[in-house]
T-cell receptor
């Protein structure tokens, strides 16, 4: 079965420090990978995606993610964290012809807290 | 441009009842997907509709159903509600020709089953 895993339920980082939210994947073929963010009592917002091409993907709000095929990882990163980045972050896979373009499978989420 | 609109935002039902949730996609978007979010199971895909046809379906019992209208608005229905159906139900839309998997989510309908 295809899946993504987020090994950390919670990540705390000081404001101004770099942040990393981890994701590993188990996907057959060429993976389509995504990051979404959810603020309290809100729906999800798309941050970025990897489909093919450069391993470093840039997205919204200064976030980027690095696709690493050998480690089957797709970690979300930001050079300098803001308090406003505090939210729930989801890694997702899917969106292919095999899974259905909009049939995503999500990780369990990582709660990021940026400490002032 | 208005975002994805879901109604109602909050509702309380009792076991055995049924519920209908509504989703209005972003203007011009023709694909609507539904997801269930619970603390225990996380985010799970329910189904996707495109041009009034169900295009994909997740692994949920037949009590969960949906439909899409000619104006792309979608409804989902859950019959014979169970306590475990308590969840945030999220609707998402995508544009025709949009990037696969790049979904625009509504704020959700939070269902509590007592």
């Amino acid at each position: 079965a295809q899946s993504v895993a987020q090994p950390e339920d919670q990540v705390n980082v000081a404001e101004g420090n770099p942040l990393t939210v981890k994701c590993t994947y188990s996907v057959s073929g060429n993976p389509y990978l995504f990051w979404y963010v959810q603020y309290p009592n809100r729906g999800l917002q798309f941050l970025l995606k990897y489909i093919t091409g450069d391993n470093l993907v840039k997205g919204s709000y200064g976030f980027e993610a690095e696709f690493n095929k050998s480690q089957t990882s797709f970690h979300l990163k930001k050079p300098s964290a803001l308090v406003s980045d505090s939210a729930l972050y989801f890694c997702a896979g899917g969106g292919t012809d095999q899974t259905g373009a909009n049939n995503l499978f999500f990780g369990t989420g990582t709660r990021l807290t940026v400490i002032p | 441009k208005a975002g994805v609109t879901q109604t109602p935002r909050y509702l309380i039902k009792t076991r055995g009842q049924q519920v209908t949730l509504s989703c209005s996609p972003i203007s011009g978007h023709r694909s609507v997907s539904w997801y269930q979010q619970t603390p225990g199971q996380g985010l799970q895909f329910l189904f996707e509709y495109f041009s009034e046809t169900q295009r994909n379906k997740g692994n949920f019992p037949g009590r969960f159903s949906g439909r899409q209208f000619s104006n792309s608005r979608s409804e989902m229905n859950v019959s014979t509600l169970e306590l475990g159906d308590s969840a945030l139900y999220l609707c998402a839309s995508t544009a025709v020709g949009g990037s696969p998997g790049e979904l625009f989510f509504g704020e959700g309908s939070r269902l509590t089953v007592l």
